[in-house]
T-cell receptor
Framework: DQQVKQNSPSLSVQEGRISILNCDYT??????FLWYKKYPAEGPTFLIS?????DKNEDGRFTVFLNKSAKHLSLHIVPSQPGDSAVYFC????????????FGTGTRLKVLA | DGGITQSPKYLFRKEGQNVTLSCEQN?????MYWYRQDPGQGLRLIYY???????QKGDIAEGYSVSREKKESFPLTVTSAQKNPTAFYLC?????????????FGSGTRLTVV
């Protein structure tokens, strides 16, 4: 049972435009959500996080929005740059005491120059 | 510089052989994790450890084994019982309690069975 879902396996965006990556979850007990960025043959790197008590967190070109009632979060990248081309994973932390994050399946973003 | 090191970067194994992937961290993190990445399946947890000499199975532990004899080290053995071992393996570590910036990942090991 996939508790964290990224339904779009890939996304292409023109350089300078907005990229919107989506993530849905099923467990209302998740309390932190993260986005990771991953280049091929490398480990994921932390990008941005949001607490379940907030609905928005911004860091430079990256903004994460959380809609708790819809169990949905999104990552906005504005403006998109070719170097943003990577796989993006969302991840959620359960509050049940097990020390792990649950990852989505990833979305491959391609920013076209 | 603190970090997490996985070795080797590429590994080839013959069918029926066991192979061990190395993971070392100098971040003084309490917890360590092994994930497997397959195309279209995201990151799936194999094993994790919160303290030395203790570890728990993740979602796909069958055919794998681990040890945690030192805080810094968490090697993963892929045994011949693992039906489909070809994948990209990621090791990660974190402080406890697990915080809002998640894990630090290594750069991964690509295992190919030939």
């Amino acid at each position: 049972d996939q508790q964290v879902k990224q339904n779009s396996p890939s996304l292409s965006v023109q350089e300078g435009r907005i990229s919107i990556l989506n993530c849905d979850y099923t467990n209302s007990m998740f309390d932190y959500f993260l986005w990771y960025k991953k280049y091929p043959a490398e480990g994921p790197t932390f990008l941005i996080s949001i607490s379940s008590i907030k609905d928005k967190n911004e860091d430079g070109r990256f903004t994460v929005f959380l809609n708790k009632s819809a169990k949905h979060l999104s990552l906005h990248i504005v403006p998109s740059q070719p170097g943003d081309s990577a796989v993006y994973f969302c991840a959620a932390r359960a509050t049940s005491g097990t020390y792990k994050y649950i990852f989505g399946t990833g979305t491959r973003l391609k920013v076209l120059a | 510089d603190g970090g997490i090191t996985q070795s080797p970067k590429y590994l080839f194994r013959k069918e029926g052989q066991n192979v061990t992937l190395s993971c070392e961290q100098n971040l003084n993190h309490d917890a360590m994790y092994w994930y497997r990445q397959d195309p279209g399946q995201g990151l799936r947890l194999i094993y994790y450890s919160q303290i030395v000499n203790d570890f728990q199975k993740g979602d796909i532990a069958e055919g794998y084994s681990v040890s945690r004899e030192k805080k810094e080290s968490f090697p993963l053995t892929v045994t011949s019982a693992q039906k489909n071992p070809t994948a990209f393996y990621l090791c990660a570590s974190s402080r406890l309690p697990l915080g809002s910036n998640g894990y630090t990942f290594g750069s991964g090991t690509r295992l190919t069975v030939v």
